[in-house]
């Protein structure tokens, strides 16, 4: 009975500092590091759509860059949510480069 007492302790510390560890992940990024996060995602966003303003853009970004560092339990977690939405930005633009141009992405008829 005592062994088991002990390991459900010893099982709630180690809860208790995983939780600290993931919440302690936000002081390990720079405000640097998210500084070059929301340019980065505002350049490739310019690109997506260049008559949007760029205000509204670099307003975009940082809504999207703050909700996914506020909402993510980890690093490796905030930075796949950031890589994702690059990539699915740049997939957009290669469409529609590809659309305009009229090529097919499945290749031409013959």
């Known amino acids: ?22 919440l302690d992940w936000q002081t390990s990024l720079s405000n640097e590091d998210r500084l070059n996060f929301i340019t980065r995602l505002s350049d490739t966003l310019k690109v997506l759509s260049p008559t949007v303003a760029d205000a509204t853009i670099v307003e ?39 659309s305009a141009s009229g090529s097919s992405i499945v290749g031409s008829p013959q």
Not at 1 to 22: A, F, K
Not at 71 to 95: C, D, G, H, M, V
Request: proline share 2%; no cysteine; hydrophobic share 25%.
């Open 60 to 98: 975009l970004a940082e809504t999207f860059e703050n909700v996914i560092y506020q909402r993510s339990p980890n690093k490796s977690e905030y930075l796949k949510a950031y890589t994702r939405k690059l990539q699915q930005i740049r997939f957009q633009i290669i469409e529609e480069q590809q």
């Open 1 to 22: 009975m005592q062994q088991q007492q002990q390991q459900q302790q010893q099982d709630q510390q180690q809860v208790q500092q995983q939780t600290q560890l993931n």
